[in-house]
Every structure is written in C-alpha cells, then in structure tokens.
C-alpha cells in the first residue's frame, strides 16, 4: 500500500465548469502523475511533478493544469470541463526513484461531464 | 512517441488452458512493466524487467523480455478464473521513467470455469 488517496472518486459535472481531482499521498515520494483511462486508448499521461512546484507537460496535456505546492499533493484542474474529458483519471506515484518507473496507482476519479 | 502494441486485446478461453500476451514496440525500453487491473481499481505492478532477454517467473506467470528489449510477453500456465482481468504493459524511455510511462492499450482476459 503506497498510501495514494483521490478525491472525489466520483463526479459529474456540466460543460463549462472548473473540476479540481486531488491526489495525496502520505509517503513523501518525489514523482507524481495524472493520467486518464479511455476505451480504446488504454491509460496517457497528462501532466507529471518531480517536486513541489516543478511540473512538466506529458502525453493529453491541453485542457488541464496541475499544481503542487506540498509534496504530499498533486492537484488536477480541468479549467472548463468538456465532455472529452469524461474519463477515469488515476494518480500515480513513483517509488523506485524514476529508475525504472514503477508506478503505484490511486483507485482512481470517475469524472462524468454532460 | 513510443508506442506499445498489445495483442490480443480479448481473450477467453477456459480454465486449465495455457495463454500468451504480446506487448510490441520498435522503440527501445529500459524497463518493461507489467500491470493487472481488475474493474473499478487502479492497475497493480505485476513485474518489471530490464535486462534484454530477462525471464521472471511469477507463479504460473511467466514474463520475457525481448533481447533488443523492444517487446515483451506474458505466458499463463493453467489459467485460472482469478486470472481474470486487465493486463497492461508499460515501457521506460531512456530517462528511466522519471517522465512517465507508456502504456499500451491492455489485453482483456477472462478465465471461465
């Protein structure tokens, strides 16, 4: 258990609004990573942190944005939600320092927007 | 990009039987990974391997990597209905995987009794 909470685990949204996903983790590890699950697409990466305040882009990057001001949390922002954004979004942590990636995933945010 | 290509994307076939996945690339990894997802849970590391040619055995799981360490497989003996699941494969670029994953598209399986 790496100890990864998100919040909510569910939600539905309008077009148009602004969603905010969180995800903490209670073991102080330096990676973190979004990433959305799609049929047909498997699992893409949309933005990664390598420590407080230091983001970078990944794979479906537009349309979002992350902040991280405690190592603890990384924080999703869909500015105006569409309906290409209904997915299942996971957070992820890394704890074998990036050298070979493995990741630890969160149960995951089903976000639903009509 | 790097691209992995999984095959089959379905599979079901009956306990007892013996299956192989396929994860395919013309990039070059560092490490491969292997996930298992069931519904509604986020995936769960199987194994990682990283040396060209590396076998790791899990049980009745059994995983290679490819020489040029560009493909992998998994190979199930005597499938069992709690075999049942997604399987991912997941490659390292070259920085090792500090800038994430890559993920193919996952291969549905299902054991029946």
């Known amino acids: 258990d790496a100890g990864i909470t998100q919040s909510p685990r569910h939600k539905v949204t309008e077009t148009g609004t602004p969603v905010t996903l969180r995800c903490h983790q209670t073991e102080n590890h330096r990676y973190m990573y979004w990433y959305r699950q799609d049929p047909g697409h498997g699992l893409r990466l949309i933005h990664y942190s390598y420590g407080v305040k230091d983001t970078d882009k990944g794979e479906v990057s537009d349309g979002y944005s992350v902040s991280r001001s405690k190592t603890e949390d990384f924080l999703l922002t869909l500015e105006s939600a569409t309906s290409s954004q209904t997915s299942v979004y996971f957070c992820a942590i890394s704890v074998n320092r990036g050298d070979t990636g493995e990741l630890f995933f969160g149960e995951g945010s089903r976000l639903t927007v009509l | 990009t790097q691209l992995l290509e999984q095959s089959p994307q379905f599979l079901s076939i009956q306990e007892g039987e013996n299956l192989t996945v396929y994860c395919n690339s013309s990039?070059?990894?560092?490490?491969l990974q292997w996930y298992r997802q069931e519904p509604g849970e986020g995936p769960v590391l199987l194994v990682t391997?990283?040396?060209?040619?590396e076998v790791k055995k899990l049980k009745r799981l059994t995983f290679q990597f490819g020489d040029a360490r560009k493909d992998s497989s998994l190979h199930i003996t005597a499938a069992q209905p709690g075999d049942t699941g997604l399987y991912l494969c997941a490659g390292a670029g070259s920085g090792g995987g500090a800038d994430g994953l890559t993920f193919g598209k996952g291969t549905h399986l299902i054991i029946q009794p």
């Open positions: 391997v990283v040396t060209g040619g």
């Open positions: 990039s070059v990894f560092s490490s």
